[in-house]
């Protein structure tokens, strides 16, 4: 059975007239999360986070990094979500053990070239591979960082908390590593 028909199939299965209430489209807890997209967290995160099917609006991207301050897809979603879906405050979540961390850009690149890619459109594209990628050092900079962005980004409103918090992949255990209300860091003590 390919993949298709596995999802088709347990579909099937899963789908039953007038089984599951119709939400609102706005976030129940006015939030938006953005996060990464390591399987790990995929129902993981939000009951972690005493959330469920209809709180949060979540963003999702490899490495919850922003790449494109200004005119990104993340910084679309947010904006969206502020001003036509009710959210009324951000969590910028990264994880421990993130893949996105000290990723080997010339290693992607072998294997982009193997995969049949040419170094030619590598080259005008994205010379920069590790900038591209938005490759960092340590997930907990990488939050305090994009929680930078975030709140200097002149669309978002001021009135907005944006928080950053550190995931752990395996024990589901979060830590504060920006505090939105007051601004605080405590990125030092997390290191
Ligand atoms: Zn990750």
Redesign the pocket.
Known sequence: MTQLESIMAANRRFTKPNAFPPLPKSPKKQLAIFT?M?TRLVDFLEPAMGLKRGDAKVIKN??NIIVDPMAGAVIRSLVAGVFMLGVEEIFVIG?RD???AQLDAESVKRDMIQRGISQDVIDIHVPDLKQWFGIFAHPVENVERVVKIIRHNPLIPKDVPIHGLIFCPNDGHLDVVVDGYSQESFAAHIL
């Open positions: 990464c390591d490899a490495g994880h993130c893949g996105m």
